[in-house]
């Protein structure tokens, strides 16, 4: 039959263990609930990022804006190279109906050449607009890849952090170490007197530090 005292010792190494055991499990909750914390921020700021440039960008109301405002601008830009008027060409000694024969002809080829210029700028805003969403898909890109990595840096912390909590507890375990080699000691050492009665074999000092355990003496 188990000895009273070395009961009692084998049960406070016990709850020593236990107690050293829920900090750790502690420790290590609490850096787990840290990391789902980071993660969701993440989360959060790149559906910012999707919700705020890249989806609204690629709505068809503002590819209509972007598509409209480059072909604006490269109009603008060819009319300027082109000039407000021109000179007729014609000697003074021309006769009326020539000149005016002469003119409506180049008038006819500045307005289809202006027609053409329209029709070139509309296409060539096209590719504007590809570009503008090149750019637009590159900067969100870049922005998400920076999340990304960010969050796979922060998991790959978290084993490390599991790890260090392990230390949690180390001295409560320590105790409970000692508590449970003071149990096997204080057995061993009355299971022999109780052999060889002579031997003078006792365990006083676990005999006194137990006293103040409730429910062992």
Request: glycine share 12%; net charge neutral; aromatic share 4%.
């Amino acid at each position: 039959m188990c000895d009273p005292v070395s009961a009692g010792l084998m049960i406070a190494g016990q709850v020593a263990n236990m107690a050293a055991q829920n900090k750790v499990n502690k420790a290590q909750s609490s850096a787990i609930n840290a990391q789902m914390a980071r993660n969701t921020e993440y989360g959060k700021q790149a559906s910012k990022v999707m919700d705020e440039e890249a989806i609204p960008n690629f709505e068809i109301n503002k590819q209509q804006q972007i598509l409209s405002g480059a072909q604006d601008k490269r109009l603008s830009e060819s009319e300027a190279l082109a000039g407000g008027g021109y000179d007729l060409p014609t000697a003074g000694s021309a006769s009326g109906d020539y000149k005016s024969e002469l003119a409506k002809m180049i008038a006819d080829r500045v307005a289809e050449g202006r027609q053409q210029a329209v029709a070139a700028t509309k296409i060539g805003a096209y590719g504007d607009l590809g570009q503008s969403n090149a750019n637009l898909m590159t900067n969100s890109g870049l922005k998400l890849g920076t999340i990304n990595t960010n969050s796979q840096n922060d998991s790959a912390i978290l084993p490390y952090e599991l790890q260090a909590a392990q230390s949690k507890g180390g001295s409560l375990r320590t105790l409970g170490d000692l508590f449970n080699g003071a149990s096997m000691i204080y057995g061993m050492g009355g299971g022999v007197k109780g052999i060889f009665p002579d031997s003078g074999v006792t365990a006083p000092i676990f005999e006194k530090s137990v006293q103040a355990v409730p429910g062992i003496r």
